[in-house]
Nanobody, 122 residues
Framework: VQLQASGGGLVQPGGSLKLSCAAS????????MGWFRQAPWKEREFVTA????????WSADSVKGRFTISRDNAKNMVYLQMNSLKPEDTAVYYC????????????????WGQGTQVTVSS
């Protein structure tokens, strides 16, 4: 099982960035997918998630209207489009997979990627 997150980098406040997560080693279509993040000196927190079945999404209040999660089941990929980025969005972003469910808690997820760094700074 592998979840490979990519696309992180340095971006100015107000800018955009798109993260990708490539999944392999499990039946992707059966898994809800989520993005979490961990800022320096803080606990990892839920960002957004997408259902395995009907494409419904859930997002933390802090990113609603700015971040969009999507998935391509044919490619075993999940994406996180981040717009209007703020310095407080700076964190390591992780993708995660949960069998036949979607949740906002870390313990609800079965598999985790290695993370990609996003830095929002001028």
């Amino acid at each position: 099982v592998q979840l490979q997150a990519s696309g992180g980098g340095l971006v100015q406040p107000g800018g955009s960035l798109k993260l990708s997560c490539a999944a392999s080693g499990f039946t992707f279509n059966n898994y809800g997918m989520g993005w979490f993040r961990q800022a320096p000196w803080k606990e990892r927190e839920f960002v957004t998630a997408i259902s395995w079945s009907d494409g419904r999404t859930w997002s933390a209040d802090s990113v609603k209207g700015r971040f969009t999660i999507s998935r391509d089941n044919a490619k075993n990929m999940v994406y996180l489009q981040m717009n209007s980025l703020k310095p407080e969005d700076t964190a390591v972003y992780y993708c995660a997979a949960a069998l036949a469910r979607v949740g906002v808690r870390e313990l609800e997820y079965d598999y985790w990627g290695q993370g990609t760094q996003v830095t929002v700074s001028s």
